[in-house]
């Protein structure tokens, strides 16, 4: 099993900045991918962000290409989403995400292909 906690959600105006975190624990050698999630109020859960352990690929979404950067430190089993120029649209419970999976050269997109989850941070953009 692999724990993930979510910290940095808060509340900030638009175009500021936040820096999300996700800390794993238990079995971090059996992870692979790591991912950043968003669900709006009423919406499904999307894609963010996603890297490879080796760090060598990452993968945005569209409404992230430009904003926002995935990284991780795999000395300290923890990834990060640096968000910046937020817009309103952005506000929703942020989830990291944990494959197990060995994919070469392929970040996963889907919520399926993600084994464990953390419980969310809240990111709300006010206008």
């Known amino acids: 099993q692999v724990q993930l906690v979510e910290s940095g959600g808060g509340l900030v105006q638009a175009g500021g900045s936040l820096r999300l975190s996700c800390a794993a624990s238990?079995?971090?050698?059996?992870?692979?991918?790591m991912g950043w999630f968003r669900q709006a109020p009423g919406k499904e859960r999307s894609f963010v962000a996603g890297i490879s352990r080796s760090r060598s690929t990452t993968s945005y979404a569209d409404s992230a290409k430009g904003r926002f950067t995935i990284s991780r430190d795999n000395a300290k089993n923890t990834v990060y989403l640096q968000m910046n120029s937020l817009k309103p649209e952005d506000t929703a419970v942020y989830y990291c995400a944990a494959d197990v999976a060995f994919r070469a050269g392929v970040v996963p997109t889907t919520t399926h292909e993600y084994d464990f989850w953390g419980q969310g941070t809240q990111v709300t953009v006010s206008s």
């Open positions: 238990g079995r971090t050698a059996s992870v692979n991918a």
